[in-house]
């Protein structure tokens, strides 16, 4: 028995730009903490990584300064629809929802579409990957989850940032023009993304990754993002304890950015795989690769602005056989909101910082 076991636990706030204000800053950064250590207190408690990461998720839905649950961007219409996935990397299961309104938590909904592919199907149908809109709602309070009125899901950071590009793009529709001085720069509308994610690392080795988003602001109802699809905003899997074909033994990563070219790139499966192909790529090189090919989609797509984040946790394997934790942290935007703690330094640490 391991009687000193190692967990992990890394969580963030999204791809973007975290530097609105210094309230709004340190708003971020704790809600960051927060998050892990409601984590940190599953993982010792010898809970599943699948837990922790749930847990840390959870917390940042509620925190109504980030995109995610509470605090959710709102649609062309003024409403909240959440996308969230998770994924075991012990067994590659995997669940998510999309277009969800009404769940308090929507994380805790793609746990339950993840859960139910381990009920036997009297008629032996297919479990579901995705659920999405009314159906998902239905099938979460059927599950017991916390349900609430929508309007409830509303933040008022949120409904006032709504108000305000909801009526530049009515002006701009109707040719009325509007001083960019009323929109710096740093508030721009692709800044206001942060969609929020999590990583962990269980005392038994174990793996997870999880994501959660309120997606972009002023989207169309109905619109899916990477937080809900297969391999784009979260990946996670590990190879058998004796599979020494790769020098790595297990990958867990969140995303976060522009969805529709995340999901083009299916940015979170290609560095997973990229990594565990055994061909002794540096993770360095493979995260540098694979941002670089999303900015060649995204300028061929005739954008030249590609946000995306990227934070990944590796099982790093040496000549000796011994298996090492490695954090790392990538991204293309002004800067990324990210915090870690673990049982060798239970003290979370965070941090805003800019390219």
Same mark, same amino acid.
């Given at each position: ?22 309230? &709004?800053? @340190? ?34 839905? *509620? ?23 998770? @994924? ?5 299961? &995997? ?5 969800? =309104? ?5 994380? %805790?909904?793609? !746990? ?7 009920? =036997? *199907? ?12 009314? +159906? ?8 017991? $989850? ?6 409830? @899901? ?18 701009? %529709? ?13 508030? +721009?509308?692709? *800044? ?23 997606? $972009? ?16 905003? %979260? ?9 020494? =074909?790769? =020098? ?27 990594? $565990?192909? +055994? ?37 790093? !394997? *040496? ?37």
């Amino acid at each position: 028995m391991n009687t000193n076991p190692f967990y992990v636990v890394a969580v963030h706030g999204g791809a973007g730009s975290h530097s609105r204000s210094k309230t &709004y800053t @340190m708003e971020v950064k704790h809600a960051l903490i927060s998050a892990c250590e409601s984590a940190l207190a599953r993982l010792v408690q010898n809970r599943t990584a699948l837990d922790a990461t749930e847990s840390a998720i959870t917390v940042l839905e *509620d925190d109504p300064s980030l995109n995610a649950g509470y605090g959710s961007n709102l649609t062309l219409e003024g409403t909240v629809e959440c996308d969230a996935a998770l @994924m075991d990397g012990a067994t590659g299961n &995997y669940g998510s929802v999309g277009a969800i =309104s009404g769940v308090k938590n929507p994380i %805790c909904a793609a !746990r339950t579409v993840l859960r139910h592919a381990f009920i =036997s *199907d009297p008629l032996g149908r297919i479990p579901p990957l995705l659920m999405v809109s009314r +159906g998902a709602e239905t099938f979460a309070q059927n599950q017991g $989850l916390p349900c609430v009125s929508p309007e409830l @899901m509303i933040s008022p950071r949120a409904q006032a940032d709504w108000e305000r590009w909801k009526t530049r793009l009515d002006s701009v %529709c109707a040719g009325i023009d509007v001083p960019e001085d009323n929109f710096p720069r740093s508030s +721009g509308l692709r *800044d206001i993304q942060d969609t929020v994610g999590a990583i962990a690392w269980d005392p038994d080795g174990g793996l997870a990754a999880g994501v959660s988003s309120g997606g $972009l602001l002023l989207k169309h109802s109905g619109r899916i993002g990477e937080a809900a699809t297969f391999g784009a905003g %979260c990946w996670a899997h590990q190879l058998a304890s004796n599979d020494v =074909s790769c =020098s790595f033994g297990g990958v867990a990563c969140s995303v976060s950015g522009t969805g529709e070219y995340i999901m083009r790139c299916v940015l979170a499966k290609t560095i997973g795989e990229k990594l $565990l192909s +055994g061909r002794g790529e540096d993770t360095h090189d493979v995260l540098h690769e694979v941002l670089e090919n999303f900015h060649v989609v995204c300028r061929s797509l005739g954008d030249n602005e590609a946000h995306a984040g990227v934070l990944l946790l590796v099982k790093e !394997r *040496d000549e000796a056989g011994t298996v090492n934790a490695r954090l790392w942290c990538a991204f293309t935007t002004e800067n990324m909101a990210v915090g870690y703690a673990s049982s060798l330094n239970p003290q979370p640490k965070v941090s805003c910082d800019h390219t």
